[in-house]
């Protein structure tokens, strides 16, 4: 069974270019977060997609945006890049029939690098 | 809000003593909280969860962690540290909510273990 998966690994990018990170969730969950783990930093929530749409949200600006397709794979997408977006971006898979705990199961990160 | 405080960034201890990782919440609602691990260029791994069950939680790995109400506390404990326990450690805290996922996490504890 395999688990969450995150395409690219590893990305480098100028300033004010456009990004796509991707996204697969486990096999049988149909919930994806994503969190942004800046260097020596715990990971912040960035936004939550169920049943293809943005269920809920943290305090990122407009240019964090996201998809969920039918198929429950996802995909972040980061608009004019800051520098200060350099981080290691995770990717989390839940399924609601885990009842209230959903437990999320993260995937390996895509690490980003802004110049 | 919820909110979750790790005391000490880096903690070292010798191999075969107690390793005790601190962590303090804040939630104006019965919180979940969590312990998760991570390895060097790895994702997240649940070491274990606190659901409102029992107040004492077994992990993986030989870790515990006690949800003690009075003090806000979560502190996670091992008996006796192996090398393989060098990693970074992050608590973390939602609420109890279906549909509210959202994972709040400390600044994270580097652990090291001294031969």
């Known amino acids: 069974d395999a688990g969450v998966t995150q395409s690219p690994t590893h990305l480098i990018k100028t300033r004010g270019q456009q990004v796509t990170l991707r996204c697969s969730p486990k096999?049988?969950?149909?919930?994806v977060s994503w969190y942004q783990q800046a260097l020596g930093q715990g990971p912040q929530f960035i936004f939550q997609?169920?049943?293809?749409?943005?269920?809920q949200r943290g305090n990122f600006p407009d240019r964090f945006s996201g998809h969920q397709y039918p198929n429950y794979s996802s995909e972040l997408n980061v608009n004019a890049l800051l520098l200060g977006d350099s981080a290691l971006y995770l990717c989390?898979?839940?399924?609601?029939?885990?009842?209230?705990?959903?437990?999320?199961?993260f995937g390996p990160g895509t690490r980003l690098t802004v110049l | 809000a919820q909110s979750v405080t790790q005391l000490g960034s880096h903690v070292s201890v010798s191999e075969g003593a107690l390793v005790l990782l601190r962590c303090n919440y804040s939630?104006?609602?019965?919180?979940?909280l969590f312990w998760y691990v991570q390895y060097p260029n790895q994702g997240l791994q649940l070491l274990l969860k606190?659901?409102?069950?029992?107040?004492l939680v077994k992990g993986i790995n030989g870790f515990e962690a006690e949800f003690k109400k009075s003090e806000t506390s979560f502190h996670l404990t091992k008996p006796s540290a192996h090398m393989s326990d060098a990693a970074e450690y992050f608590c973390?805290?939602?609420?109890?909510?279906?549909?509210?996922?959202?994972?709040?996490f400390g600044t994270g504890t580097r652990l090291t273990i001294i031969p």
């Open positions: 939630s104006s609602v019965p919180p979940y």
């Open positions: 997609y169920y049943e293809e749409e943005e269920r």
């Open positions: 989390a898979s839940s399924s609601p029939s885990g009842g209230a705990y959903n437990e999320q199961f």
């Open positions: 096999s049988g969950h149909d919930t």
């Open positions: 973390a805290v939602r609420g109890p909510n279906f549909g509210n996922e959202k994972l709040t």
């Open positions: 606190y659901t409102s069950a029992a107040t």
